[in-house]
T-cell receptor
Framework: QKEVEQNSGPLSVPEGAIASLNCTYS??????FFWYRQYSGKSPELIMS????GDKEDGRFTAQLNKASQYVSLLIRDSQPSDSATYLC??????????FGTGTKLQVIP | DVKVTQSSRYLVKRTGEKVFLECVQD?????MFWYRQDPGLGLRLIYF???????EKGDIPEGYSVSREKKERFSLILESASTNQTSMYLC???????????????????FGEGSRLTVL
């Protein structure tokens, strides 16, 4: 079983809508999670981190973590065409090896 | 800002050639990683290093080796390049931070711009 699972998409949302990206993981050791955004032809960049159960908000982005369900999500409010990218999640903290989900491609339609 | 620099953005090599991909980071990060990224397969971990001269195999180490002689530099070596190693190669570094009196791996990765390798 893969350690991190994401729906590959593409997920298409109209401009101004809420985009919801989901990630499940199998390793109960994971203490924190990170969301990366990768534009086409570019390398991934860290956009959000979450360390405890519940929600963490940063501007239009909200990360949600549920350790009991081994589930983490990223909500993007008021989606913009510039948010069109592939979003990767990865567990972190507590051990050195970092593996990623395959990523969800988000398309925001103007 | 953290800067991770990969020596070559684009390389074209022939089958059987030895290939070196260099990565340098300027933030004194303890951990460094090499991934390859292929369409539909996502990021796959080749090797990582948590200290100078230390290395650990990732998920797909076959056909690759690494070298970390200095903390800031992590090299990926393809001893005999093959066509199935044509890919985008991404280097990343990651810090440890003091938390609760212990140094802990953060898992926050900072990536270089990538090296696109084509093996003919």
């Amino acid at each position: 079983q893969k350690e991190v699972e994401q729906n590959s998409g593409p997920l298409s949302v109209p401009e101004g809508a809420i985009a919801s990206l989901n990630c499940t993981y199998s390793d109960r050791v994971s203490q924190s999670f990170f969301w990366y955004r990768q534009y086409s032809g570019k390398s991934p960049e860290l956009i959000m981190s979450i360390y405890s159960n519940g929600d963490k908000e940063d501007g239009r982005f909200t990360a949600q973590l549920n350790k009991a369900s081994q589930y983490v999500s990223l909500l993007i409010r008021d989606s913009q065409p510039s948010d069109s990218a592939t979003y990767l999640c990865a567990p972190g903290g507590g051990y050195q090896k970092v593996t990623f989900g395959t990523g969800t491609k988000l398309q925001v339609i103007p | 800002d953290v800067k991770v620099t990969q020596s070559s953005r684009y390389l074209v090599k022939r089958t059987g050639e030895k290939v070196f991909l260099e990565c340098v980071q300027d933030m004194d990060h303890e951990n460094m990683f090499w991934y390859r990224q292929d369409p539909g397969l996502g990021l796959r971990l080749i090797y990582f290093s948590y200290d100078v001269k230390m290395k650990e195999k990732g998920d797909i180490p076959e056909g690759y080796s690494v070298s970390r002689e200095k903390k800031e530099r992590f090299s990926l070596i393809l001893e005999s390049a093959s066509t199935n190693q044509t890919s985008m190669y991404l280097c990343a570094s990651s810090p440890r931070r003091l938390a609760g009196g212990h140094w802990r791996d953060t898992g926050e990765l900072f990536f270089g711009e990538g090296s696109r390798l084509t093996v003919l």
